[in-house]
């Protein structure tokens, strides 16, 4: 994974950089390793910072309607204040940790069509230029594989997966938006649900699972959201039946009367309160949802049973060639 920019905004004769990351794929809250290689210009340059940036392609609700944009959400300075003679090439080590939420964006070798990506920013002389994106894989943690496994072995399907900014009531999150993934149901919660969000919050102590149903309404009784939150430790992953747990997780939702009207789980728009016209803002309070308690047993993690969509929309592409006039608009 390499990404190289002559670096326009000091002219013709500037540094080059090239970042290459070592691991294809990092995982939440862990090691992303590599080195910045640099190669001086027609003279000497004084390098002032190295920085890397984490950017996400982030969906945003407003009034108007639904967009999309670019949206930083983690920086590292990795090097700098030396001087990078004429023709001159360094490598600067870099060993970093990634935020506990940053977003999955592959699950066991299939891409969800989450996009992500790094950039590195090299300050000269007072100038800043920011080389190319290059895509980052993130993995699944094994307690998200694990919750993910049940999913698919109880029936359920995956659907689609994006990044919407806001934050999710009553959970400890710390990154400008969250990941969503969208499941439809199992047959045997088809007649009561549409279908399913499922909302991950990594930490250094566990995990953090908001699942949202959108309740089919009957004769005699009106549609509506349910929401959950479970938590689950990172030492857990061997010793739950988590297949059983997590068919209890979903009984209890569906069997939980909706709040008819109350605002649901997500904060769109600016993320600080203003919902959409779906109700969504942050999850928690009275008749937002319901917390279980779920035993424990013993379930070997395996693979996911039709979770995973053959085909995902792939806006690499995009995210990467045409978005540099957008960075900074949704920051």
């Known amino acids: 994974m390499v990404f190289k920019k002559l670096l326009g905004s000091l002219g013709v004769g500037g540094p080059t950089v090239d970042t290459v990351l070592e691991t294809a794929t990092a995982l939440p809250g862990g090691s992303l390793s590599g080195e910045v290689r640099l190669t001086g210009g027609s003279a000497d340059f004084t390098i002032e910072h190295i920085t890397l940036e984490l950017v996400a392609r982030v969906e945003a609700e407003h009034e108007e309607g639904e967009s999309e944009g670019t949206v930083?959400?983690?920086r590292f300075t990795v090097g700098g204040a030396f001087v990078l003679p004429e023709g001159a090439e360094v490598t600067v080590p870099f060993d970093v940790v990634l935020p506990?939420?940053?977003?999955?964006?592959?699950?066991?070798?299939?891409?969800?069509?989450?996009?992500l990506g790094v950039r590195t920013e090299l300050a000269v002389a007072g100038a800043k230029d920011k080389g190319d994106l290059d895509r980052?894989?993130?993995g699944a943690l094994p307690a998200q594989e694990a919750v993910l496994e049940a999913?698919?072995?109880?029936?359920?399907g995956f659907?689609?997966?994006d990044l919407e900014l806001g934050h999710v009531r009553g959970t400890g999150q710390q990154l400008p938006f969250y990941q969503e993934i969208e499941l439809s149901p199992a047959p045997q919660y088809a007649h009561q649900?549409?279908?399913?969000?499922?909302?991950?919050?990594?930490?250094?102590?566990?995990?953090?699972?908001?699942l949202e149903a959108d309740k089919r309404g009957g004769l005699f009784s009106g549609g509506g959201d349910a929401v959950g939150h479970f938590t689950v430790g990172h030492h857990e992953v061997h010793d739950r039946d988590w297949k059983a747990d997590?068919?209890?997780?979903?009984?209890?939702?569906t069997e939980t009367r909706a709040a008819y009207g109350a605002p649901g789980a997500y904060g769109h728009g600016d993320g600080y309160g203003h919902g959409d016209d779906h109700g969504h803002e942050h999850r928690s309070g009275p008749g937002m949802g319901t917390v279980v308690a779920a035993g424990a047993a013993g379930l070997a993690v395996g693979v996911v049973g039709g979770m995973v969509a053959a085909e995902v929309v792939d806006e690499v592409g995009d995210f990467f060639e045409g978005d540099e006039d957008e960075e900074g608009g949704e920051d």
């Open 246 to 253: 997590v068919d209890a997780w979903m009984r209890a939702l």
């Open 159 to 161: 659907r689609s997966a």
């Open 72 to 74: 930083a959400f983690e």
């Open 100 to 115: 506990w939420e940053t977003p999955v964006t592959a699950l066991y070798g299939q891409d969800l069509g989450i996009v």
């Open 136 to 138: 980052l894989t993130v």
């Open 151 to 156: 999913l698919g072995q109880l029936g359920f």
């Open 193 to 210: 649900v549409n279908e399913v969000e499922l909302t991950f919050l990594a930490g250094p102590g566990g995990l953090e699972v908001v």
